[in-house]
């Protein structure tokens, strides 16, 4: 059985300092074969120590409990073998960022910012599985290599502003100094920071540019993922203007730009048009969505999938207000390698085929 740091505070549903809306595993266990069934709320209560019953209810409410894998009430009786997860928004306390000399690919530096241009498939922040080989514990190191009195106490998080996902490519801005963590969380917190992404998207979008406006925020039924309400009853206000850059018959290159910084925001709008992103595992773009029946056509779209094997995201620009200089800063970068391979070869194929228009 492996039990985390949980106590009654870590069962609150506010948003971490970041605004992150991550899910972090707290508790996970396998009920003994022996146990005579009792309410999850009072077995939970039993295991997890200072948490009220009232705190257990709220998240087994909010769906922060799975058993099984599925969403559970508080008056559920647990029985013999069943797989309890207790989820939690906020980080345990005490989980220290270890340095590791990692590769950064550093676009910019200057003594408060830096800008890195994240590959895909790292995690930008440690959490319940990555504990070590993250984006921040490699920024750890070289902060720490430059300045040995750096510590999380002096630089929350190492710099650490914004996030973007595990198997998303692209820029991201990190600070250098407590006051450009104040600076830089707040125009993130005001939705001033500039950030244009491009993807490559299922189907052939009817516009050539437009604006999806529907609040996003956890799936009612399984919380691990979002979704979008486009009447405003669940989640928070998300905004995304999106232009079509490259038309393939099938798939679609666009630009989106970010009004708002929603967890999963454009994959998760994407999704709600009907244009899942390319490959993207979790909001269904990784089967055919468009397109033919014939067997080399699928063979095609298997051979795209394994040249670019992540949801086809790319955090292209990035732009703020510097913390020390005050001025306008605009920062851009080359699509990731695996992106610009699959985008050739699509390009290649409906030009073949007679698609392009």
């Known amino acids: 059985m492996h039990q985390g740091?949980?106590?009654?505070?870590?069962?609150?549903?506010?948003?971490?300092?970041?605004?992150?809306?991550?899910?972090?595993?707290?508790?996970n266990l396998k009920v003994d074969k022996?146990?005579?069934?009792?309410?999850?709320?009072k077995f939970l209560v039993q295991r997890i120590e200072h948490a009220s019953r009232n705190k257990i209810q709220k998240a087994l409410?909010?769906?922060m409990v799975l058993v099984n894998n599925k969403q559970v009430s508080p008056n559920?009786?647990?029985?013999?073998?069943?797989e309890i997860?207790?989820?939690?928004?906020k980080e345990a306390p005490g989980e220290e960022i270890i340095p590791e000399e990692l590769p950064l690919n550093i676009q910019y530096e200057d003594e408060d910012v830096m800008i890195i241009n994240k590959p895909p498939g790292i995690v930008v922040h440690p959490a319940s599985g990555n504990y070590s080989g993250t984006l921040i514990n490699g920024v750890a190191w070289y902060l720490t290599q430059k300045n040995s009195a750096i510590n999380e106490q002096n630089l929350p998080r190492f710099g650490l502003v914004h996030r973007i996902d595990k198997n998303t490519s692209g820029l991201m801005v990190l600070a250098k100094t407590e006051k450009a963590v104040r600076s830089l969380a707040k125009q993130f917190f005001d939705h001033t920071v500039h950030r244009q992404y491009m993807a490559l998207v299922?189907?052939?979008?009817?516009?050539?540019?437009?604006?999806?406006?529907?609040?996003?925020?956890?799936?009612?039924?399984?919380?691990?993922?979002?979704?979008?309400y486009p009447d405003g009853d669940h989640g928070k206000e998300a905004i995304t203007h999106y232009k079509v850059l490259e038309r393939f018959g099938y798939v679609t290159l666009i630009q989106c730009v970010l009004e708002t910084g929603r967890t999963h925001q454009i994959r998760v709008h994407m999704q709600h048009i009907g244009h899942p992103l390319f490959n993207d595992d979790t909001y269904g773009g990784d089967k055919i969505v468009k397109g033919t029946v014939f067997s080399k056509y699928r063979q095609f779209v298997d051979n795209c999938f394994a040249i670019c094997p992540r949801h086809a995201l790319h955090a292209k620009t990035i732009g703020f207000i510097h913390p020390g200089t005050g001025k306008e800063m605009l920062f851009e970068s080359e699509l990731a390698d695996d992106m610009k391979e699959v985008i050739a070869k699509w390009r290649a194929y409906t030009t073949n085929n007679g698609l392009r228009r």
């Open 34 to 41: 022996g146990q005579e069934p009792l309410r999850i709320d």
């Open 202 to 228: 299922w189907g052939d979008l009817v516009e050539d540019s437009g604006t999806i406006v529907a609040h996003v925020g956890r799936h009612l039924r399984f919380r691990k993922l979002f979704d979008a």
């Open 85 to 89: 997860i207790l989820y939690s928004d």
């Open 76 to 82: 559920y009786k647990i029985r013999p073998l069943d």
């Open 61 to 63: 409410e909010a769906g």
């Open 5 to 27: 740091q949980d106590n009654d505070r870590e069962l609150d549903e506010s948003p971490s300092v970041d605004g992150s809306e991550e899910l972090y595993e707290r508790l």
